[in-house]
């Protein structure tokens, strides 16, 4: 395949998964700019070994990449950077879930109570709708793993969505 082709069919890649995976790049980021930033990171390196890749592999490896690149992000961060208080919510950007939710702003703030491996589970379990075995690939984990973090996520979430739902009463 020549260099012109691999870029025209990897700009068709970027153009119809852009949306999905800022989607789940958000989700599991917890903020909209610093998913964009990750996505485009990603895609960059994705570009880089365009030419190796096979039809069916550049979703499950965008996936682990942004996965990969979030983790060694916040492990960064908590290294530089231990701080008691919470930042402040910035302004909401158009909601990346679409219609899929009908209160997308309480599960965002539902997201971010998760620690980070709970939020990439629940985000590729069920935003992705990947498979517990799928979602143990993307992870580098084991499927046990994926199972009992699901569930505790789930338990965080439930808890968390019931407190919102109080609140806004």
Known sequence: MSQESEDAAYAAFVEAAWHRHLRTATLITGDRHRAEELLQDCLVKLYVR???????????????????????????????????????IGQHHADPLGDRFDDSEALRRALRTLPERQRAVVVLR????LSERETAAALGCSLGTVKSQNARAMVRLRAALRENEEVAR
């Open 50 to 88: 365009w030419g190796r890749m096979s039809a069916d592999e550049p979703h499950a490896y965008l996936r682990r990449m942004l996965v990969n690149g979030h983790v060694s992000w916040w492990r960064r961060l908590r290294r530089e950077l231990l701080t008691e208080d919470l930042p402040e």
């Open 126 to 129: 069920h935003v992705e709708d």
